[in-house]
């Protein structure tokens, strides 16, 4: 496999002792699921990874797309995941949903 242009990280909460905490897994459900078959029937070269908690916990669920390093917050639903693609697919930045 080649490097991804694009690498989404998608925050699920987790910590060190490994119990979820937060809301970025609580409200992330099916978030994956969709946003990989977007990913693929968009034809963007993206990969996406979960990870630990990004300790922004009032601002989830939290996703950063690199490597520019993007931050999002509330990206919760389909309407937010498509803009996010959507701006990411045209090479722009969803001011809506960015984490300033």
């Keep these: 496999m080649e490097k991804?242009?694009?690498h989404i990280l998608v925050c699920a909460s987790f910590r060190v002792k490994g119990d979820p905490?937060?809301?970025c897994h609580k409200k992330n459900d099916g978030m994956l699921?969709?946003?990989e078959e977007e990913i693929l029937s968009r034809g963007l070269d993206a990969l996406i990874s979960t990870t630990g908690c990004?300790?922004?916990c009032d601002n989830g669920p939290v996703v950063v797309i690199y490597?520019?390093?993007t931050w999002y917050q509330k990206v919760e639903g389909e309407e937010a995941i498509d803009a996010v693609l959507d701006a990411l697919e045209s090479?722009?930045?969803c001011e809506q949903y960015?984490?300033?």
């Design 91 to 93: 090479g722009e930045v």
């Design 54 to 56: 990004l300790k922004q």
């Design 67 to 69: 490597p520019q390093g």
């Design 21 to 23: 905490k937060g809301v």
């Design 33 to 35: 699921q969709y946003m």
């Design 98 to 100: 960015l984490l300033a």
């Design 4 to 6: 991804p242009t694009h």
